[in-house]
């Protein structure tokens, strides 16, 4: 019998190959969530635990660092990625040329990937500073007086988002050109057939052809804009008055300054909502069309 | 390739010549300002060329601080959370893709939520089990009592191990494999164990490269966990010691770039040695997905 013979090659070797990582992911990945779960029902200093019922949650709404860091977040996030997602498809397409030159400018534009955006932020950090940042004193050359940047309620989480665009688009470019390579070339001789001016050819094969890589990036990018942190803490503490802080910035100071445990994860909790609930609505919406996969 | 012509060509080279520019004269004046003196950096007329390569600045930079100590510590944790999460997940993405076993398929479908968990969320929980770690840093077998591994090595470097993404990478890359190899090794009486160990590992070379490189990367620079685990100062990271270098200091900005490049040169000379296999790691995470 077919049937029996299919069971008898099970074996439980397998489950000892897949135990290590299992072991790491049910601690490191699974036990949190649920962990982030139960203590935002609950009042907890690391010492007492105390349920509390949706308190934590009420309290989201009064409190006006968490609102503000959410309307900041969404700031951030729209401009840093629409911004770098209109850059590298640009520069993309400029490098997929053949132009002279190519492999020197896609590895400099790669470059602000790779190092850590601590390493980033301190280089930026001495560009924006008022007195002898280079940005200042290139705009007195210019005739522009000098602004103090991250110092200011106004331009300081511009500031941040300038600072991230910067440290993004070579991550970006990298994969918008392996999409570029994928699209197959008689297109473009076909529309050039046709006619179709070099602007022409972008529109209607370039940019359609590319809608799954732009897919992912947006998916992908909404998530991780949204976590926003590194930057925010190295260069203004969320300062100056809550002009820059951010969703996963108040989380980390309600927990490990103030040591509302609770508070913290249920903004944990709330963090997770909003994403799950995008990343539905952007598949729901946003591929009807193409079978994307998104890893 | 379509025709472009001349002028057209030469335009848009500019434009790119002028995108490098911006994207690399950061770094270029991070180097200019390591080699200079605060008496320069504050003269009215900016000059990119330092008067004199004052390189003295960087062992003075390195001066304060344990800088030794933090690159070891750096190193440290980076080379195990690299060797332990690729060694773990290779064995899953293995089992994933070739033994049979029941809830293959189900316990693969869970083990993608650590793809969709953004790491931020989960730092507050990590803590907290940390900190009852039993039989650690103090603590008795509730886990109660002292630290934990908070302010440890394996509190540093646990929390990456996991890695759904690569076990995802790895399935994904044996699937490729012919299955006549699996054949073949059975009839010669080989063991799962060695069919891991003698065909799928040694193949794994280009998967294992990108990894490498796209893990260490990410392990090398990470800021927010090394920030929340440590307490003490021997327990930092290059990257935590460099945050906290404008902060603990009155800011002597040729010493902050110089501590800066220090940062980040063993991480440039690697990629530019390897860039193949960070452009490669990156294009397989966006594009095959």
């Given at each position: 019998m077919r049937s029996s013979k299919r069971l008898k090659?099970?074996?439980?070797t397998g489950y000892l190959f897949i135990l290590p990582f299992y072991v790491f992911f049910a601690v490191f990945i699974v036990t949190p969530i649920l962990m982030n779960l139960a203590l935002s029902f609950t009042r907890f200093n690391l010492k007492e635990v105390k349920f509390i019922g949706l308190q934590n949650y009420l309290n989201l709404f009064e409190d006006e660092f968490f609102v503000r860091s959410l309307i900041n977040t969404g700031l951030y996030t729209f401009f840093t990625l629409a911004f770098t997602m209109l850059i590298s498809l640009f520069l993309a397409i400029l490098l997929n040329r053949g132009l002279t030159g190519t492999p020197l400018f896609r590895t400099s534009s790669f470059v602000p990937h790779v190092v850590s955006m601590v390493a980033a932020s301190m280089i930026w950090y001495w560009m924006y500073e008022p007195a002898y940042g280079i940005i200042n004193r290139f705009l007195a050359m210019v005739g522009i007086s000098g602004k103090l940047w991250l110092h200011d309620e106004k331009l300081a989480l511009a500031s941040i988002i300038i600072m991230s665009i910067w440290k993004f688009t070579g991550y970006y470019m990298v994969i918008y050109l392996a999409g570029l390579q994928t699209i197959p070339s008689y297109l473009y001789e076909a529309t050039a057939i046709d006619g179709a001016s070099e602007w022409q050819k972008i529109r209607y094969v370039t940019i359609p052809m590319l809608r799954p890589v732009t897919f992912f990036l947006f998916v992908t990018g909404v998530i991780n804009n949204f976590n926003v942190f590194e930057q925010v803490n190295i260069l203004t503490q969320g300062g100056p008055m809550n002009a820059t802080t951010t969703v996963v910035h108040q989380i980390f100071i309600r927990a490990f300054r103030d040591f509302l445990m609770g508070y913290a994860a249920a903004q944990a909790i709330f963090v997770l909502i909003i994403v799950a609930v995008l990343t539905l609505m952007f598949f729901k919406y946003g591929s009807q069309e193409q079978d994307v996969e998104v890893a | 390739m379509p025709q472009y012509n001349r002028v057209a060509n030469g335009i848009w080279v500019a434009v790119l010549i002028v995108i490098s520019f911006i994207m690399i004269f950061p770094f270029i004046l991070m180097l200019s300002t390591s080699l200079k003196n605060m008496a320069e950096l504050q003269r009215p007329v900016f000059s990119i060329i330092p008067d004199v390569l004052r390189f003295d600045n960087y062992p003075k930079a390195m001066a304060r601080g344990n800088w030794g100590l933090y690159f070891w510590n750096s190193i440290y944790v980076t080379f195990w959370s690299v060797v332990l999460s690729l060694l773990f997940n290779s064995m899953a993405g293995f089992a994933f893709a070739r033994l049979r076993f029941r809830f293959r398929e189900l316990l693969f479908i869970i083990s993608l939520i650590g793809l969709m968990i953004p790491p931020q969320v989960n730092m507050l929980p990590i803590y907290v089990i940390l900190k009852y770690v039993p039989f650690a840093g103090g603590n008795d077998w509730l886990g109660r009592g002292g630290l934990g591994w908070l302010n440890s090595y394996w509190g540093l470097i646990a929390p990456y191990v996991a890695g759904s993404f690569g076990v995802f990478l790895f399935r994904q890359f044996y699937l490729t494999f012919p299955r006549a190899l699996d054949d073949a090794a059975v009839i010669d009486g080989m063991t799962a164990r060695q069919r891991f160990m003698y065909i799928y590992l040694p193949l794994s070379k280009p998967v294992m490269a990108s990894l490498v490189a796209l893990k260490a990367t990410a392990t090398w620079n990470e800021y927010t966990w090394p920030l929340i685990v440590t307490m003490t100062t021997d327990m930092r990271t290059v990257q935590l010691a460099l945050s906290l270098y404008k902060d603990e200091y009155t800011i002597e900005w040729e010493l902050l770039m110089a501590a800066t490049a220090v940062a980040i040169i063993p991480l440039l000379v690697i990629f530019f040695c390897a860039q193949r296999y960070f452009v490669e790691g990156i294009v397989t995470t966006g594009i095959k997905g």
């Open positions: 090659q099970y074996d439980n | -």
